[in-house]
């Protein structure tokens, strides 16, 4: 079922901000809990991770209100983030279908700009995110299969 969800990202303190809200909101982190740097398997082209990233947070979500899910990732210097309040927050679509997904990247991207180009992920989902003509950030997650 499609949803949408806010992800916010941090220079390094992901998890001290998720267990805050999570003290505030109550309930656990859905999935596998908390996803770290250290569990991405190597990438071709992309440099090792250092040691001091290893337990940055990749990925964490904790539902809050309503249906609503916070989502969240570390983005710190070492690995090419440049935070600034602006670019910390964006809003994640999660459609039903790949096409769907792909009608709304190139709507919301045209006038924009393209960050992560639409692809398959080695996490199983078809991602990519963008910097609609309005300076709002979205990033589309969908869990459907290429056919």
Not at 1 to 28: D, I, P, Q, W
Not at 46 to 51: E, I, K, M, Y
């Amino acid at each position: 079922m499609a949803s949408v969800s806010t992800y916010l990202n941090f220079a390094r303190n992901t998890e001290e901000a998720f267990l805050f809200y999570k003290s505030v909101f109550g309930g656990e982190f859905s999935g596998p809990g908390i996803a770290r740097m250290g569990d991405v398997p190597p990438q071709e082209g992309v440099p090792p991770l250092a040691d001091a990233d290893k337990n940055l947070v990749m990925h964490i979500a904790l539902p809050i209100l309503g249906g609503h899910v916070l989502m969240g990732t570390d983005a710190p210097e070492s690995m090419g983030f440049k935070m600034n309040f602006g670019n910390n927050v964006y809003i994640n679509l999660e459609p039903d279908t790949r096409e769907e997904t792909k009608r709304l990247f190139d709507a919301l991207s045209a006038g924009g700009k393209v960050e992560m180009e639409l692809q398959d992920m080695f996490w199983g989902d078809y991602f990519g995110s963008c910097k609609d003509k309005f300076g709002v950030q979205w990033m589309f997650n969908c869990a459907e299969k290429a056919k």
